[in-house]
């Protein structure tokens, strides 16, 4: 498809190495869309015209080929498809690339040596011209020159005009690279105000920013985050504005109250410790003070939760940690598992054994977490009985695999099992018996698992008749290979044989998989002719399937 050329240092299977294979197959319908081609030894730049213009490059240093690309996907750092594109045209030049990277390099030198040979008032010129026919670049000088003079008015005016909502409305999912870019220059120029002596104006101007880009989660699709990061840079400004000029610590601890309780929905949020040193006593106690009467007056303000939560934990004063969590106590107990944790760190084990067992009595359905903490405890404290009893009375609530097998750890310390797993293993035949003839949209029966965890072949084939799912199947089957083969054998054939109709790599990876499992069954009984016969007979059935083939064959089941 491309021509080679021993002047790169790489080929096509290394551009399809760098891509995924969509990206690959997409990026050869963009081979009659790349323009601006400039080739060095050690890079490529071009443009590519898709539904925007977008620019490439590709590096090739140390043997490595990547790329970069101004759309969504290549700003996620993906060799995308236009990068794709570039790197196949280059291919494709063939004979004719070392012309163009000598023609590349003379261009190069002859710009180099005219600009050396322009007095300071000719480039002056030539500079002022470039910036009469490109507006975006003219207004980034423009920045540079007040955030330079210090001019804040100016700064204010462009940082306004960089961060105002679009003319459309909205900012789309590309859009939002852009907008991005956008935030970061703003706070460039507003950061140049601050090293240019003006920090205080600058911490009015970061503040207006910040504002505008927390309107614009509003109307901008920030799928990528790249607005939310560029927000985050802003807040980076406005700590250094503040450092260079520290503001009433009252006042900025309202300003920073003001952005975690009334714009903090979208998540960007100052941290409190950054600003510590600014804040003072005087600042952290205002916060406190603002943050505990919007809680008291609404303890559902999530925000407010949390920074109470914060505060109070950075404080040390548990008590009142324990009181947010207390305020909500939920139906799993994992609000009595975070006020337990917390006790226990204070060094007030007793109450944290008695809120994480009020948490095991009162939820509804206990979360394993709690559960397990419970348990610990009971065992670190020697009291096995305890331990037993809280696993017995889970299970015996829900009949899960997970708690049967703690019951098995419990009792097996207790030296109980034999008598709990008769009990255990009975009320799981019940629930067999109750679910027969019910639908099979579920993961079989946990008896089939808890026999088969156990080691119980036998007495796992016997409860799988006319219930086990498909899993349960095939985890019977591994476990039986050597034990059980003929059993095995007829599990793995019949999910050969449900596999057939369907097409895709994995399915035939699957298939090959199955096939390796049956030939190991196959060998337990020496019967391998037999099987040879078999796969002679699929690979006829299935010819047409080259991947399929191709699989077989890696696997060696030729």
């Not at 790197?87 to 494709?92: D, E, I, T, Y």
């Not at 180099?112 to 030539?126: N, Q, Y």
Request: glycine share 8%.
């Amino acid at each position: 498809m491309v021509a080679m050329t021993a002047v790169l240092p790489f080929t096509e299977a290394d551009v399809k190495g760098a891509a995924d294979p969509r990206s690959f197959q997409r990026g050869l319908d963009y081979l009659d869309s790349v323009d601006d081609l400039e080739v060095s030894e050690t890079g490529i730049t071009a443009t590519v015209f898709g539904n925007h213009e977008y620019r490439v490059h590709l590096a090739f240093g140390d043997g490595a080929l990547s790329g970069d690309c101004t759309c969504p996907y290549g700003r996620e750092g993906a060799f995308c498809k236009h990068c794709v594109a570039v790197a196949l045209s280059v291919l494709r030049l063939g004979q004719d690339m070392p012309e163009l990277i000598e023609t590349t390099k003379a261009g190069r030198a002859k710009l180099e040596s005219w600009l050396e040979s322009l007095s300071k008032k000719e480039l002056l010129a030539e500079l002022l011209a470039v910036l009469d026919e490109d507006r975006d670049l003219r207004r980034r000088f423009e920045m540079r020159v007040a955030s330079v003079n210090a001019d804040a008015a100016t700064v204010r005016c462009a940082v306004q005009e960089l961060i105002a909502p679009p003319r459309q409305g909205y900012v789309d999912y590309d859009g939002a690279f852009e907008f991005a870019d956008d935030v970061r220059e703003a706070g460039g120029a507003i950061d140049g105000l601050v090293k240019a002596g003006a920090a205080a104006d600058a911490i009015g101007i970061a503040r207006e920013a910040i504002d505008l880009v927390i309107d614009a989660f509003e109307y901008a699709d920030d799928s990528s985050g790249l607005i939310g990061d560029a927000a985050y840079e802003l807040l980076a400004v406005h700590l250094r504005a503040c450092e260079a000029a520290p503001p009433d610590p009252v006042s900025l601890a309202g300003y920073l109250c003001y952005l975690l309780l009334q714009r903090g929905d979208y998540g960007v949020t100052p941290g409190l410790a950054d600003y510590a040193g600014l804040l003072g006593e005087k600042g952290i106690a205002a916060i406190r003070d603002q943050v505990t009467a919007v809680y008291e007056q609404n303890p559902g303000n999530w925000q407010a939760r949390t920074l109470v939560e914060s505060i109070a934990k950075a404080e040390g004063d548990i008590d009142t940690v324990v009181a947010v969590y207390a305020a909500s106590l939920d139906d799993r107990g994992w609000s009595h598992l975070r006020i337990a944790e917390e006790l226990d760190e204070a060094g007030r084990g007793a109450e944290a054994l008695d809120w994480a067992e009020r948490g095991v009595r009162e939820a509804a359905r206990p979360d394993r977490r709690l559960v397990d903490y419970l348990a610990g405890r009971y065992a670190a404290a020697g009291r096995d009985d305890d331990a037993l009893a809280l696993r017995r009375d889970r299970f015996r609530a829900e009949r899960t695999l997970v708690n049967y097998q703690a019951l098995r750890e419990a009792a097996t310390a207790r030296g109980a099992w034999p008598e709990e797993r008769a009990e255990a293993l009975g009320l799981l035949g019940r629930d067999v018996r109750r679910s027969a003839g019910a639908p099979s949209a579920w993961g079989g029966p946990v008896l089939v698992d808890a026999l088969l965890g156990d080691g119980d072949l036998d007495a796992a084939w016997d409860a799988a008749k006319d219930a086990a799912s498909e899993p349960q199947w095939l985890r019977l089957a591994d476990a039986s290979i050597t034990a059980r083969p003929a059993d095995a054998l007829a599990v793995y054939l019949r999910a050969i044989a449900g596999l057939k109709t369907m097409t895709g790599d994995p399915v035939y990876h699957r298939i090959a998989g199955l096939l390796l499992s049956a030939r190991a069954c196959h060998e337990a009984m020496g019967t391998t002719e037999k099987f040879r016969g078999y796969l002679a007979a699929l690979r006829t059935d299935q010819r047409r399937k080259r991947n399929l083939m191709k699989i077989l064959d890696a696997n060696g089941l030729a």
